[in-house]
């Protein structure tokens, strides 16, 4: 027997447009036609490219590893396609004659796996093995662990490939002998450690970019973006342009002062102020010694060396068969040429060598305002507040603005049986005791019979 009088059902006025983008309104609310509109919190400015790079950021390691996975699954399984996926992890364009190797179009399968490959070893080492070791070294904050795994990353990366590019250096006739960096040029072979060096250190600098872009604006994005694009245009043209030699001086130069930057900041992180500021006071010698002295001595040697050395002149064609020097031709084609046609013609004349002079300067003037910054930090340690680079630690320090909107709610239906309805668990949760006639209305729902209804029971009870 169902009772005479129910009460009515509770309505509330459709929100208005000042509450459906109010973070303080209901978390849900029913419209007059008994829609049920549930309240959800975004980000200002989250689009599809942000959210795309949210997904990306949480999913890179899995994506490394199942692309690398199947490069090497197609690799052993597929012998027909060895011939393509060897350039992906294997150096190409070997010359047997000479036991080195040349400049080609597989080079970028090359970079291509190693832009995959340290994508997937800085997540994976970040979040399985660096992490972990922050946390059983006492760092509590994520925040903080966060930024201990980035530049213990960092810390791995400039030691291998500092140490990898500074053996290069000491072994070669160019060592302490500016002069030596333009002899014998254009030399269109290069070793094979070489030629993995710089194709390794380009894939490196294309993957910051990429970094900087998925993870969370930092203070000096603008600048991180044009140093890495400066750098990334320094390592391909002079690698296209047979400069390896003073590419090579360069990364070491710009190298060895991320050995002490990461450390330093390493030892933050892990409470160790001491260490912390005379691992610092080291960075700070090694970045004005290595960027502001021997740095400014290559770009001079270009300045003042090199004309002497490379005249203006021209030459084609493999270095078993090359032929020249001769005059420039005219129009800009030839400046693109060694990007596309490997044999083909490669110039060094007086717009090419200012063009490199440019870029080493740009890359200067970044390094100088960053060592105003860093001075400001020693002025801070000075005075006993302890050594804190403020460059790039921290995000873009911007109260984060929430909008909210509302959304109808879709139930999950699903068709279920009577036996399958656990009534006296529902009396437990709310209070309410069952009889033939319990003289207690819900709001909406008379009795029994009228809430397996609205339900969706298959079999209706009556």
């Not at 919190?41 to 692309?67: C, H, T, Y």
């Not at 070491?252 to 900041?265: E, G, I, S, W």
Request: net charge neutral.
């Amino acid at each position: 027997m169902e009772s005479p009088v129910e009460k009515p059902k509770a309505v509330m006025p459709r929100p208005s447009i000042q509450s459906r983008n109010s973070m303080n309104g209901p978390l849900y609310m029913q419209t007059s036609k008994n829609k049920v509109l549930i309240r959800r919190v975004k980000r200002k400015g989250d689009g599809p490219m942000r959210n795309l790079a949210r997904w990306f950021l949480d999913n890179q390691f899995g994506l490394s590893f199942n692309l690398i996975s199947l490069i090497f699954l197609a690799h052993i399984f597929l012998p027909k396609a060895r011939s393509h996926t060897s350039k992906f992890f294997t150096l190409s364009h070997y010359n047997p004659v000479s036991g080195k190797y040349t400049i080609g179009p597989n080079d970028y399968h090359f970079i291509s796996f190693c832009i995959i490959l340290f994508t997937g070893l800085r997540a994976g080492l970040m979040e399985h093995v660096l992490a972990p070791l922050g946390r059983q070294w006492g760092i509590s904050k994520r925040k903080e662990i966060t930024r201990f795994s980035e530049q213990a990353w960092m810390l791995i990366y400039y030691s291998v490939f500092w140490t990898f590019g500074m053996c290069l250096y000491v072994d070669s006739p160019y060592f302490l002998n500016m002069r030596e960096l333009w002899t014998g040029w254009p030399n269109r072979e290069l070793t094979g450690l070489m030629k993995g060096y710089m194709l390794a250190q380009w894939a490196f600098w294309v993957q910051q970019v990429v970094v900087i872009h998925i993870e969370e604006r930092r203070k000096d994005h603008w600048q991180m973006l044009t140093h890495h694009f400066i750098t990334i245009t320094l390592i391909s043209t002079s690698y296209y342009y047979y400069q390896t030699r003073v590419g090579n001086l360069i990364l070491v130069l710009m190298d060895v002062v991320d050995l002490f930057l990461p450390l330093a900041k390493c030892f933050k992180y892990l409470g160790l102020s001491a260490l912390c500021d005379a691992t610092f006071v080291l960075f700070m010698v090694s970045w004005f010694l290595a960027r502001h002295v021997f740095y400014l001595m290559t770009c001079y040697s270009i300045y003042k060396d090199l004309p002497t050395i490379i005249p203006p002149a021209c030459f084609r064609g493999p270095n078993s068969n090359i032929t020249g020097p001769f005059p420039a031709p005219d129009g800009w084609g030839h400046y693109l040429e060694p990007f596309s046609d490997f044999e083909g013609t490669v110039c060094f004349s007086e717009p090419i060598r200012w063009g490199f002079l440019y870029c080493l300067l740009a890359l200067q003037a970044i390094t100088i305002f960053w060592f105003f910054m860093i001075i400001q930090v020693a002025v801070r340690v000075i005075k006993g507040t302890g050594a804190d680079d403020t460059r790039s630690d921290d995000e873009v320090e911007e109260d984060e603005e929430f909008e909210s909107e509302y959304e109808e709610a879709q139930p999950l239906e699903e068709e279920v049986g009577v036996e399958s309805i656990d009534l006296k668990g529902w009396e437990r949760r709310t209070g309410v005791k069952r009889g033939a006639s319990s003289g207690v209305s819900l709001p909406g729902h008379s009795d029994r019979k009228e809430l397996l209804g609205r339900i969706g029971c298959e079999k209706q009870v009556d």
